[in-house]
């Protein structure tokens, strides 16, 4: 995004559907019910949606099926699956579509019933040719190989990633919307059942079943809708492989440069950001996007979360609903990294509410450290 | 060895003859994996195939855990060969828990899941 684009969308309605069991619900049942709270939120009805912005994990033209499923015509249809960043993804090209007026009211929603209908990750991608004989379990094995890689070059140790899960964990205690509240030690992450070395089952998100959305209108009339609006003031993305074994550096991911694009494009920097979401689909996670965004300098990702200094009333508030680790986790978490800072921003954050957030930082991440895309999303004072 | 248009059955046709042979860029002089039309260093469609002398390293390692009811802990590492590139493997003849990021193996060609792959073992001496 560059700065033509700077403040021009705003997001005027967010809503959730379904956390933790959904029970009987499909996931397009969960997507409807996430789509008509953020509706609802934003005081619209679904027929004042004309774009869609949606992938799920069900079928191959996922959003063609919600927009039957909802009974809408959307005349402006995005259904890139670049995995977990999708919706962060989204608040690009629904800036862009809403600024050229290719719809007016920008509606970007997912759902997944993965919990209740499997118990695991759903997912329809095929293992990669040059890895499958190996037998990697996907997507920790992936996570594993560069948390190892992590730990060589720098020293990161397994305390520090359980750091991040215990952090996690401490939003989420505080958070009544969060499926795992129960107490979380860092001797608990280090004992608990080992997946692939060095992540336990405690370095790992949940799975959960889930939905969330968000409304998107143009920023002139953003002003007009029930909440304080959320502009987009930057967001960009970058694409550095697919396959694990493919990346250029194991600790180093594509979130540099997607996040050096939107500060950019926001005329912000870190130290100017309030509350910082990310999405952890693993502890390693964190501390990578943290140093790759530029809060540390890369390999002191491990330092920077040691000892509670993302936790409530740590020194940077990280993933301040929960996170992956502990709120919510539907096999793609991107909607939510938007959805809390969006609603930090508004100050109707469903946990902790930090004061006077005007800046807010939502990171998605897709595939195996695959697709990074970063989002800055500002109050009206940021315009 | 001559430059093909199927860069896929080349490597694989490699390995069911037992060999590793990779792609060497006629242009930028890099070798690279896997095997494609396009060089990902500098995007020259003419390739020379070379076997690869099989030294290279342990880049990053894990160990999967599963159950002895179904095959117990398993290894998968990246490895890197000295001609400059990474690839997952397995090394054999080691427990999963002792390969270790920095150690120096030999790759050759073996099977995994039924099919010739490149495995790893200790390098000798
Ligand atoms: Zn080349």
Partial sequence: ?383 | METTGHPDKMFRNGLAEGRIILPKCRSCGKFHFFPRLVCPHCHAMEFAWHPVSGRGEIHTTTVVRQKPEHGGDYNICMVELEEGVRMMSRVEGLAPQEVKIGMVVTAYVGEAAGGAAVLCKPAEG
């Fill in chain 1, 1 to 383: 995004m560059t700065n033509q684009l700077r403040g021009k969308a705003a997001i005027v309605g967010t809503g959730h559907a379904g956390f933790g069991e959904a029970h009987g619900l499909t996931a397009y049942e969960i997507m409807a019910q996430a789509a008509l709270a953020a509706l609802g939120d934003a005081g619209l009805k679904l027929n004042a949606v004309d774009g869609l912005f949606c992938t799920m994990m069900e079928d191959s033209m996922p959003a063609l099926m919600a927009a039957e499923y909802l009974g809408i015509r959307p005349r402006f249809v995005e259904g890139t699956m670049t995995g977990g960043s999708s919706f962060v993804n989204y608040l690009t090209s629904a800036t862009m579509a809403l600024e050229a007026g290719l719809c007016d009211v920008a509606l970007i929603v997912y759902g997944s019933n993965q919990r209740t209908a499997s118990g695991k990750l759903v997912t329809v991608s095929r293992p990669p040719p040059y890895e499958a004989p190996y037998n990697p379990r996907y997507p920790i094995s992936a996570y594993a190989l560069a948390a190892a890689r992590h730990m060589h070059e720098f020293g990161t140790t397994r305390e520090q990633l359980a750091d991040v899960a215990v952090a996690a964990r401490g939003w989420a205690q505080q958070n009544p919307e969060a499926f795992e509240r129960g107490p979380l030690t860092q001797e608990q992450v280090l004992s608990a059942r080992m997946v692939c070395d060095p992540l336990s089952v405690r370095d790992c998100c949940l799975v959960t079943d889930g939905g969330g959305a968000v409304v998107l209108v143009r920023a002139e009339r953003a002003k007009d809708f029930p909440k304080p609006p959320v502009y987009v003031l930057g967001s960009a993305a970058e694409s550095a492989h697919r396959q694990i074994s493919q990346m250029p550096d194991f600790t180093v991911t594509a979130a540099r440069e997607s996040g050096q694009r939107a500060f950019a494009a926001a005329g912000v920097k870190p130290a100017d950001i309030d509350v910082v979401e990310l999405y952890d689909a693993f502890t390693i996670n964190t501390i990578l996007f943290l140093e790759d965004l530029g809060f540390c300098k890369k390999g002191e990702g491990g330092t920077f979360v040691e000892g509670g200094r993302i936790a409530p009333g740590g020194v940077l508030p990280v993933n301040t609903n929960g996170g992956g680790l502990s709120c919510v986790h539907p096999g793609m978490y991107g909607i939510f990294t938007i959805i809390e800072a969006a609603r930090q921003i508004r100050g109707d954050a469903p946990g902790l509410q930090i004061k006077d957030v005007n800046l807010a930082l939502a990171h998605g991440n897709g595939g195996v450290l695959t697709s990074q895309v970063t989002a800055i999303l500002g109050s009206a004072a940021t315009l």
